[in-house]
């Protein structure tokens, strides 16, 4: 299956809404720690002499880490990209990286840690900061629209709902999720979700009021953000804390999930043997994953071995 040794750890990668052969990975110098980052752009389509591979396409420096980082859903050419200066920074993939990032955003006090543009209204995108706040921006302005507080810790993830244009959901380090929308003046429900840190969390693509929720404590819950007294499902198979949590866009109930326990797991929180499949392929800390729009079942994970993998659900991601 198609891999791409990146220049540095892995922390996000994401497909393209636009094109289905395109994807985005943003990666960071000794673990986001200290040092530099790169924001990539590879192509799925192209095969190197070794069989099918991801060939890159564009590499553009940062002069820190970056975290996360997301497409926008109205140009097929524009991201966005969450730093460790507490910047957010927009490219341009036809520019080349002397003229790129094309716009810097720098409000955010501490570390942006996530990103996630907005699906259905398209002209908004979200960044969730280590200073305890959420800010929403369009990328046409040079300032924030927003900054929504409330949380009491880092704000490690934001996911807009994949129906409802103005709401959106927030995991923080306080251990709560919140949901919010913009047209309120405050978080409209407040979810003490885990225990421990909440790291991840993602909206059903076909139920609009289910939410899954990624923890330290190894555990993904499933809320029905209705009736959020007790999750509808709780999903144990990770060794250790849950970074990153996706459902499907394709196949109702489904959902992805990364780990510190280095293996990417996929779910049906409806059945009763919820695991679906166990995936070992990484070597080191599983940082980011993402499920094609375009082509169903398409996967692909990043981690802190420096791989990025591309694969269809069901098959081993190893495999030539």
């Known amino acids: 299956m198609p891999s791409f040794k990146a220049p540095a750890p892995g922390f996000s990668v994401r497909f393209s809404p636009f094109h289905e052969h395109r994807l985005l990975a ?10 530099n980052g790169h924001l990539l752009v590879l192509d799925l389509s192209a095969a190197g002499p070794g069989g099918p591979g991801l060939t890159p396409l564009f590499s553009f420096p940062t002069s820190d880490a970056l975290f996360d980082c997301a497409w926008s859903e109205s140009h097929d050419s524009l991201c966005a990209a969450a730093s460790g200066d507490g910047s957010v920074r927009l490219f341009d993939v036809t520019l080349p990286p002397a003229q790129n990032p094309v716009r810097l955003l720098r409000e955010h006090a501490r570390e942006v840690h996530g990103i996630d543009w907005n699906p259905v209204r398209r002209d908004a995108f979200l960044s969730a900061s280590w200073d305890d706040t959420l800010k929403l921006w369009s990328p046409d302005r040079p300032a924030s629209v927003r900054t929504f507080r409330g949380h009491e810790y880092c704000v490690y993830a934001a996911a807009w709902s994949a129906r409802h244009p ?10 709560t999720a919140r949901v919010w929308d913009v047209r309120e003046p405050g978080a409209t429900l407040v979810i003490p979700a885990h225990e421990h840190e909440v790291l991840s969390l993602d909206w059903d693509k076909y139920d609009p009021s289910i939410l899954a929720t990624g923890s330290v404590d190894k555990s993904i819950r499933i809320w029905d953000v209705r009736s959020p007294q007790a999750p509808l499902a ?10 990153r949590v996706k459902f499907s866009p394709h196949r109702q109930g489904m959902l992805m999930s990364c780990s510190y ?26 940082a980011g994953i993402d499920m094609s729009v375009l082509t ?11 791989m990025i993998y591309v694969w ?5 991601p190893r495999a030539m």
């Open 166 to 175: 103005d709401v959106f959901a927030s995991a923080s380090g306080d251990h």
């Open 26 to 35: 943003a990666t960071s110098q000794h673990f986001g720690l200290v040092g």
């Open 234 to 243: 709780q999903l144990a198979g990770h060794g250790y804390a849950v970074k």
């Open 312 to 316: 269809p659900f069901g098959s081993d």
């Open 261 to 286: 326990d280095m293996t990417v797991c996929m779910w049906d929180y409806r059945k009763e043997d919820a695991l679906l499949q166990r995936y070992g392929h990484h070597t080191e800390f599983v």
């Open 296 to 306: 169903d079942g398409l996967l692909a994970s990043t981690g802190w071995d420096e």
